[in-house]
């Protein structure tokens, strides 16, 4: 989950690492007051989780006078969707040059690389200026000396070596503690052999570790971005992606529904939504994944069918009938179902496919023996060729 | 033969008692699986399905000689059995648990790396040598002994594409989940490598996804193999930025979508399958049957 700047500078600043004086605030009186204290010319910076705002016009340079006006306007505003609800007032920096330093993951090495760059700002944002990146040991972790032999690497030399090592150092450290995939600053400000100043903080933070950091867990949910049923999904411990296409889709693990999905966009239809159990599909979890598709029916007019595909191996083929029943029962679909539902040997012991399939059948389930052909069904019906 | 286990591979399994650990080693055992000791702290003199169980791992190997650990651990507990595991001198660490946070499995992989070992997940429904040794949950009925090497990031497509080569009269050498989360023990492309040097691996069919360079590095051993290669690359259908269930299968850059993958494995030599149910027909056509 992407923090926002003021929330990954509070990190920042945890770790040791400078960021301008500034104040979060909410509403344009806020704002001017905010601009008073600090001196009278500040910057105003609205606080969206997507990149480039600096290009939306999202960014600006303000004296007290305007303050309140520029203030109400960014607050009206929205960046890809995002409505903008908060900013972040602060003092502008005097710097002598604007760097760029990161620590992300590393998917093939399964390390994390810390990248510098000596031309930051806009020069990294268009690739024109490629950082120079390190792989760093996790066993290890990252030392000044080797963080001053990275930037050394990108051209830096002399007494300006401290400061950004020690920076660099911060970063390594925001990153472990915070269990993020990325920490990024750009422009991270030099201002000789004083404490670099972070300008910015892009962080994200490893949804897997939430348990180990609660005080994030409530800021996911609470996302402006997560549409109601991606939200309720997410208190279920489910999965739940909202696609704009006509087809639902019933499916658990994430590798077989995504294949699903792709099989639907390849015969011409269009996927509704995503849906993974995550961690394990007991039969509570597959319970709620039938209650949220079928909620989803029942409030997108929009979808013309349902593609069911079950394949049960740990969990007993009794309890996902009995839960799909039960929710079926509760809330029928306004469209038809077509399905492909199977089994390993451990799953049938206490019920068979057939009497599974034959109970699915008696709630309206059109079942196929293969899953190629329920998606044929399910794209015909959609276009109204059935 | 097979890659990782075979008949004599006897297995750990790290939290047996847990009630979804010992479903599992019921059918591992009814399989014909080796397994031989199960690790639960606190519940050490125990056995379930009648394997011994012990407080830790290196009680454990006093008694018994073990080539390869299950782990059946949560989350939070994930990255010190790994490292109980590895410490032990277990050389194979088959690791089931979902959700376990990224920085513990990049920590995990560095210490196997530095102590030459080989880590399954996490993240993963184990694997199978039909016929040999089931380590983890992949179902059995859907596998039978064959030719075909198949290995997926995801768990479930696994399932679906051994059926569907069963189904078509296509074994396998061994099935194995590598593992869906964006850092993994082992890449496709060691996989790969070891199918390669297996003797009774013939084909190999590597289920891919969108996200991440890993189809990237596979391509480049593709392209070294004498032995073909069948593809699909599922997440087509995925909005860039979105997870969708995998954290691996988060798209960030273009470069790392599904049509990008499918290019440069194409050009290294694999056969690309548009759906899952194209497998089993490009399988035999490689294969020449």
Known sequence: MHLYEWAGKDLLRGAGIAVPRGRLVHSPEQAAAACGEL???????????QGRRGKAGLIRKVESGEAAAVAADLLASSLEGEPVQALLVEEPVAASGEWYAAITMDDLSGRPVALVSLKGGTEVEA???????????????LSRHDAATLWRTAGLRGMLLRPAADALVGLYKVFVESDAVLVEVNPLFSRGDEPSIAGDAKVVIDESSLFRHPQWRDERLADPMLHPLERK?????VVYIELDGDIAVLSGGAGATMALLDAIQHHGGRPANFLDAAGGSGPETLRHMVDLVLEKVATDERVKAVVLNVTVAGTPLESFVKGATVALSQRPSRVPIFGCVRAAAAAVRTMSLAEGAAILSDHGVRLFPDLRQAVLAAVACSRGDQ | MAI?????????????????????????VAYGSRVVAGVTLGRGGETVDEVPVYDTVREALQEHAVEGALLYVPAPAAREAALEVLEAGIRLAVIVTEGMPVQDAAYVRAFAEECGAWVVGPNTAGLIAPGQCLAGSIAPSYTMPGPVGLLSRSGTLSFEVARSLTEAGLGQSTVVAIGGDAVIGKNPAAYLKAFEEDPDTEAVVLLGEVGGQKEHEAAATIARMTKPVVALIVGRSVPPGKTMGHAGALIAREDQGAEAKERVLRDAGCLIA???????HLVSQVLGR
């Open chain 2, 274 to 280: 548009d759906t899952l149910w194209e497998i089993p």
């Open chain 1, 233 to 237: 999904a997410a208190s279920l411990g």
């Open chain 1, 39 to 49: 001196g009278g010319t500040a910057i105003l910076k609205a606080q969206v989780r």
């Open chain 2, 4 to 28: 990782l286990v075979s008949r004599d591979t006897r297995l750990l399994v790290m939290g047996i008692s847990g009630r979804y650990a010992r479903n599992q080693v019921r059918e591992m």
């Open chain 1, 127 to 141: 690739e024109a200026e490629l950082p120079i990146r390190m792989e760093i040991n996790p066993l290890r972790g």
